[in-house]
C-alpha cells in the first residue's frame, strides 16, 4: 500500500523546470536559410540565417512535461519540417542544415541525415 502511495504522488507531482538550449546551424552553400519555430505555447518568429551562423533558443521545459518544439525551414523552393525538441524522446538539441538536408547531433552519438529537402 505505501509503494502504491508513493508511486501515486510521484507521477502527480509536477518535476522541475529545466533549461534546454536548440541550435540550428547553417551549413548551406552561399544561401540563406529561413528558420521558423514555435512550440504550443510560443511562436519564436521568422529567422534569416547568414551561412555558417546558427539560430539558438533556449527555453525552461514544461514543469508537467511535454514540451515540444517544431520547425520550419525554408531555403528558395524547398521546406523541411520537422521536431526541433521533444521531451521524453532523445532530443537532439544540435541541428545542422546542408544542401542535401537536415542533420541532427544526438547526445553521445554521431551526426546523421534526418531529412531531405521538399518542394511544396
Request: proline residues 4%; contains cysteine.
Amino acid at each position: 500500500m505505501i509503494m502504491v502511495v508513493f508511486a501515486t504522488i510521484m507521477v502527480i507531482m509536477p518535476r522541475p523546470s529545466v533549461q534546454d538550449t536548440v541550435s540550428i546551424t547553417n551549413l548551406l552553400t552561399n544561401k540563406i536559410l529561413i528558420v521558423h519555430c514555435r512550440s504550443k505555447d510560443d511562436d519564436l518568429g521568422g529567422h534569416a540565417v547568414d551561412v555558417g551562423d546558427s539560430y539558438r533558443w533556449s527555453f525552461q521545459t514544461n514543469v508537467f512535461g511535454g514540451t515540444l518544439f517544431w520547425c520550419n525551414l525554408a531555403v528558395q523552393d524547398k521546406r523541411i519540417s520537422f521536431k526541433a525538441y521533444e521531451e521524453y524522446e532523445e532530443t537532439f538539441g544540435m541541428w545542422f542544415v546542408h544542401d542535401d538536408g537536415l542533420y541532427g547531433k544526438p547526445k553521445h552519438f554521431p551526426i546523421f541525415k534526418m531529412a531531405a529537402w521538399k518542394r511544396p
